[in-house]
């Protein structure tokens, strides 16, 4: 069974440009969560899809945004990028069951 | 961010002792899970705990899921080098839903 998978694995952007970063959960799973993970930091909560609507928010400013698409695959967007938008960041799916996430290897993003 | 309380921050260790680490939280939960992220990677789940007071052995690891479901532990036996890494709890209040996680613990074993 493939897992979540996360493209693309490192990202350069300048700052004031726009990041997208994709996610495909693994198959079957409905839900979808993004997270970032500042270096040295613990993971913070940006986003959770599920089937398709945005179910619940991190604290994040609006110009973080995703989506989810019919076959459950995910995108992050990051708007107006600043540096301190410089972080790992995490996918990751589950059935909407009590058996917790699987996460993907994430996407290494640097602005500078 | 909303975070749990997690401790130690780090370990050091010599190869074949016990390590234990915990979290507390202010807030109950429905389900403690606890994570292990090697660098460069996602977190990986270890041990998932749904009932207050439940003890789960997954090998060498041991978690229990706090009476008062506002802590957790997990201990490591007989460490070896290949359990270096990063350790995360995590709570859950309902099923589905956004994980709060825990600062990290981070494991280094000297062989």
């Known amino acids: 069974e493939a897992g979540v998978t996360q493209s693309p694995t490192h990202l350069i952007k300048t700052r004031g440009q726009q990041a997208t970063l994709r996610c495909s959960p693994i198959?079957?799973?409905?839900?979808v969560y993004w997270y970032q993970q500042a270096l040295g930091l613990g993971l913070q909560f940006l986003l959770w899809?599920?089937?398709?609507?945005?179910?619940n928010r991190g604290n994040f400013p609006p110009r973080f945004s995703g989506r989810q698409f019919p076959n459950y695959s995910s995108e992050l967007n990051v708007n107006a990028l600043e540096l301190e938008d410089s972080a790992l960041y995490l996918c990751?799916?589950?059935?909407?069951?009590?058996?917790?996430?699987?996460f993907g290897s994430g996407t290494r993003l640097t602005v500078v | 961010g909303q975070q749990l309380n997690q401790s130690p921050q780090s370990m050091f260790i010599q190869e074949g002792e016990d390590v234990s680490m915990n979290c507390t939280s202010s807030s109950i939960f429905n389900t403690w899970l606890w994570y292990k992220q090697d660098p460069g990677e996602g977190p990986v789940l270890l041990i998932a705990?749904?009932?207050?007071?439940e003890l789960t052995s997954n090998g060498r690891l041991t978690a229990q899921f706090g009476i008062t479901r506002k802590d957790s532990f997990l201990n490591i036996s007989a460490s070896i080098p290949s359990d270096v890494g990063i350790y995360f709890c995590?709570?859950?209040?309902?099923?589905?839903?956004?994980?709060?996680f825990g600062q990290g613990t981070e494991l280094s074993v000297k062989p």
């Open positions: 990751a799916s589950s059935l909407q069951s009590r058996d917790g996430y699987t």
């Open positions: 705990l749904y009932k207050a007071g």
């Open positions: 995590a709570g859950q209040l309902g099923q589905g839903g956004k994980l709060i």
């Open positions: 899809y599920d089937e398709g609507e945005e179910r």
């Open positions: 198959s079957g799973h409905t839900s």
